[in-house]
């Protein structure tokens, strides 16, 4: 007889009064699951609006909803961590509460769990919502369950935590389901963007993994944090704080030493996104405080970006053609044009930032 493992949805919810709709498409789609051993648990991270009541209403009508309160705020990796701790699932997904997934997630999920026996890390594929979208109309983009279940890619060993290196777009937290083991021991860090390291934790502790070509997650990109200000926004400070976590990580797991190309990428690509926030955001230009933490930034951006393109387009982009390769030597040369500006005047080199023009999405994208 085969196990029928439980899943655990976790979701961090902070005064969703703003995004009501949005928020209740997003539990729909948890409620509505076709496969039915789930928990579904709501922790909210010290509310000041009406999110409370709308919370116990929830709870009232679902007993497999539970809801968990913090006295006051801790953030979205906090929200996370005390979700994780009350857990009684086999594996947990992380929702965010602006987003939905497909009706038949869990089911595809736990299929595939028990068709590989039970690896430790589930990824999956997502669509984006770019504008206002009824939940059906979202659920259409979704895979259901007419998905081929011969359409799972079984990852060589360790061969996962090289590609979320090689790929910084796959660190969403919702981009898998893990099992409550590893979840436990790579707990969320308390500042934002707590997914970088925690995704990374996660992928480093993983003994085994698959990859379902299922599109069970949509994502919601036209609209403002779920944990706005300081509950959450992304923020020059947080982005040195998470630099520092994945060099932590990439050095306690000896990611360095396994794949050393890869890891250098990672590290270098997330300290120009970091610089880049600095450049954009005038409330830290000319902070002195600030400047030890981002001279290190900019220092190691100048020294060893040029390795990076080396190491991702030389050998990994070039064949998509020399135009390409053209672009990307140009766009180096303005990020080393910034980056000098930035030594010589902080507020020369924010006026001078939109100038050239350095996509930092596209650069995001890779």
């Known amino acids: 007889m085969f196990k029928q493992i439980k899943i655990s949805f976790i979701v961090p919810i902070y005064n969703v009064e703003r995004i009501a709709k949005l928020f209740d498409d997003c539990i729909q789609s948890l409620r509505q699951q076709t496969y039915k051993n789930l928990e579904i648990i709501l922790v909210d991270d010290g509310s000041t609006d009406d999110t409370p009541n709308r919370l116990q209403a929830l709870q009232a009508q679902d007993d497999r909803i539970k809801v968990i309160t913090h006295t006051h705020n801790k953030g979205a990796g906090g929200a996370r961590n005390t979700g994780v701790e009350s857990a009684q699932g086999d594996y947990i997904w992380f929702i965010d509460t602006d987003d939905c997934v497909s009706f038949s997630g869990c089911e595809i999920i736990a299929d595939s769990a028990r068709e590989h026996n039970y690896p430790d890390l589930i990824q999956f594929n997502y669509t984006v919502s770019n504008s206002p979208e009824s939940l059906l109309d979202r659920q259409q983009r979704l895979t259901g369950a007419n998905w081929n279940p011969q359409n799972i890619r079984v990852y060589p060993y360790r061969s996962w935590i090289k590609e979320l290196l090689w790929e910084s777009r796959k660190h969403f937290l919702w981009l898998y389901a893990v099992k409550a083991e590893v979840a436990r021991v790579a707990q969320s860090p308390l500042f934002n963007p707590e997914d970088l390291s925690h995704s990374l934790e996660v992928h480093a502790l993983s003994q085994s993994a698959i990859l379902l070509d299922a599109k069970l997650y949509n994502y919601t990109r036209y609209h403002q944090s779920i944990f706005p200000t300081r509950h959450g926004e992304l923020n020059f400070e947080g982005h040195v704080q998470a630099v520092h ?43 002195q405080k600030l400047w030890q933490s981002i001279y290190g930034v900019a220092g190691f951006c100048l020294r060893d970006f ?61």
């Open 245 to 287: 976590e994945i060099d932590t990580i990439i050095s306690k797991y000896s990611l360095d030493k396994e794949f050393p190309r890869a890891s250098h990428y990672f590290q270098s690509f997330w300290r120009l996104v970091t610089l880049a926030f600095f450049l954009k955001d005038p409330h830290y230009l000319g902070k």
């Open 306 to 366: 040029l390795g990076v393109y080396i190491f991702k387009r030389d050998w990994r982009k070039m064949k998509q053609g020399f135009k390409g390769f053209i672009r990307s030597v140009v766009n180096l040369f303005k990020i080393i044009t910034v980056l000098t500006l930035l030594e010589l005047s902080p507020k020369l080199a924010r006026r001078f930032f939109p100038l050239l023009k350095i996509d930092t999405y596209s650069t995001w994208r890779l």
